[in-house]
């Protein structure tokens, strides 16, 4: 399987960010985290960036998780604290092949 898929990332309003892939349009896997409850804490989903679809999708989110590594929660690879929402995003717009970003607030839903 060879097909483009997308990368995101999703920040929330106590500083948490959640990276992810998905082969699909992302929209149902982000807005499925709009009020998140990790074990004692809370959040309400902010903002997201999303990638437009690009082949080098997988490779692209083990970089980013990569990046992440010294800021993940104990239990978690793909959620982490302690980032710059918009460093983040930088970071992730300049990877290989991706165009066509969106970054929203949840109010633009």
């Known amino acids: 399987m060879n ?3 997308y990368i995101y990332i999703c920040s929330f309003d106590n500083g948490l960010i959640k990276v992810g892939a998905s082969r699909e349009n992302p929209s149902k896997e982000i807005y ?3 009020n998140v409850k990790l074990g004692f ?3 309400r989903l902010a903002f997201f960036w999303v990638s437009g679809p690009h ?3 997988r490779r692209n989110i083990k970089s980013l998780l990569e990046e992440i590594r010294p800021f993940r929660l104990a239990y978690s690879n793909d959620w982490c604290h302690g ?3 918009g460093d983040l995003i930088s ?3 300049h990877l ?3 165009q066509q970003t969106v ?3 949840v109010s633009e839903r």
Do not use: D, P, Q, R
Request: glycine content about 8%; aromatic content about 12%; proline content about 0%.
């Open 83 to 85: 980032l710059n929402f």
């Open 41 to 43: 804490i809370e959040s």
């Open 103 to 105: 970054t929203k607030s």
């Open 3 to 5: 097909g483009k898929g």
């Open 91 to 93: 970071l992730a717009s």
């Open 32 to 34: 499925a985290h709009e």
């Open 55 to 57: 082949y080098l999708f």
């Open 96 to 98: 290989e092949e991706v």
